[in-house]
């Protein structure tokens, strides 16, 4: 599944360009920044795992590394003249640096959509596809696919130069490693713990979910 999804998302972008001059279709460039809500799930998993390899018990010492849960996306798209609209897309790229650990996530989706009144200066537009997470990291056990749809609106969309912001959802997943720790209370004069990892199976989580992004859109002779 991942092999086709990255195969058909160059086949989209090559034929997105390829089209781009022709009369009834504009081929547009989206690049923005992403707020992404399921951030926090991969950082909670990667700080759980965190406290059990390296417990505070064993004189271990760090704070929770919160991240900035904003990502990059590139979302070109090609919109017929009537409002149709096909797109492929990468992001909102993820990545997350711990101690002992890091999580690098470059999402690649396929869509298609419709823009409300696409000849008007402000465009209101609806989309669906299906997304595939692509993520890697010590403690990432698989990737799975999901559906992804977001409703916003552009502005300026007769210049060449236009911005816009979208509210989306994108639900797929991604299976990660649980780690647990087992402590021993040890000493006679003085009291020291010996501790050692314990496997806690996996947990499923939702690494995009809700998003909300602004962007801008480079059309035609930018």
Not at 37 to 57: C, K, L, M, R, T
Not at 108 to 121: D, F, K, Q, V
Not at 166 to 189: A, F, M, N, W
């Amino acid at each position: 599944m991942k092999t086709r999804l990255i195969l058909f998302l160059s086949l989209m972008i090559l034929s997105l360009t390829h089209f781009q001059e022709a009369k009834a279709l504009n081929f547009e460039n989206n690049l923005g920044l992403t707020y992404i809500s399921g951030f926090s799930n991969i950082v909670d998993v990667y700080w759980e795992n965190i406290q059990a390899e390296y417990p505070e018990e064993e004189g271990y010492s760090y704070s929770k590394e919160e991240g900035t849960p904003i990502g990059f996306s590139y979302q070109p798209y090609l919109e017929l003249d009537m409002g149709i609209r096909i797109g492929a897309g990468i992001g909102p790229l993820i990545y997350i640096y711990t101690t002992g650990g890091s999580y690098t996530s470059i999402p690649l989706n396929i869509n298609a959509g419709y823009t409300y009144m696409p000849s008007e200066s402000v465009g209101i537009f609806g989309k669906a596809g299906i997304s595939m997470p692509n993520a890697s990291g010590e403690y990432v056990k698989s990737s799975t696919s999901g559906f992804m749809a977001g409703l916003g609106m552009e502005f300026m969309r007769n210049k060449v130069f236009k911005i816009g912001f979208e509210l989306g959802y994108d639900s797929s997943t991604v299976e990660l490693q649980k780690i647990g720790k087992s402590c021993t209370s040890r000493g006679t004069y003085y009291t020291y713990y010996d501790c050692t990892t314990t496997d806690e199976g996996t947990e499923t989580v939702t690494p995009i979910g809700a998003t909300a992004s602004f962007y801008i859109i480079l059309g035609p002779g930018f």
